[in-house]
């Protein structure tokens, strides 16, 4: 078990490195949609995937430290797949909150943010990056 400072530090990382996958997201998103035209779904799909490939290999570099799985391209494939977990937390908790409890979108998407952050941040370091190791 990591003490609470360095699991406050993991997660502040994480934070930073979230972010910047995020906005790298956003720029191909939205790069995509109106300067190469594509529809919005497929763009989107593209640009999730760029962003968790940069969240996961800035992770790796910079936040965690202990690993679990030795094949690289499946720890990615899991901590992909936690991803779409933190997707699905999102749109249930955006649902909640817009229609549920009647709060504004950009309200309701903060809440979503923090919900999805704490999430994958959970799965992802417990599953993927706590020093116990399992081969993989």
């Not at 994480?14 to 594509?38: C, E, F, N, P, R």
């Not at 800035?58 to 797949?81: H, I, P, T």
């Amino acid at each position: 078990m990591l003490p609470l400072r360095s699991l406050c530090l993991e997660a502040f990382g994480y934070m930073l490195v979230s972010g910047a996958a995020l906005a790298l997201d956003a720029v191909i998103l939205q790069t995509l949609v109106t300067i190469a035209k594509w529809h919005y779904l497929p763009a989107s799909a593209v640009s999730f995937v760029v962003g968790a490939a940069v969240a996961y290999l800035l992770s790796v570099r910079f936040v965690f430290r202990s690993r679990q799985v030795d094949n690289r391209m499946l720890e990615f494939c899991y901590f992909f797949g936690l991803g779409l977990v933190g997707l699905i937390v999102n749109a249930a908790a955006l649902s909640i909150a817009v229609t549920g409890v009647g709060l504004g979108l950009m309200t309701a998407k903060l809440l979503a943010a923090v919900c999805t952050f704490s999430t994958n941040f959970a799965l992802r370091r417990r599953l993927l990056f706590s020093t116990s190791r399992s081969q993989g």
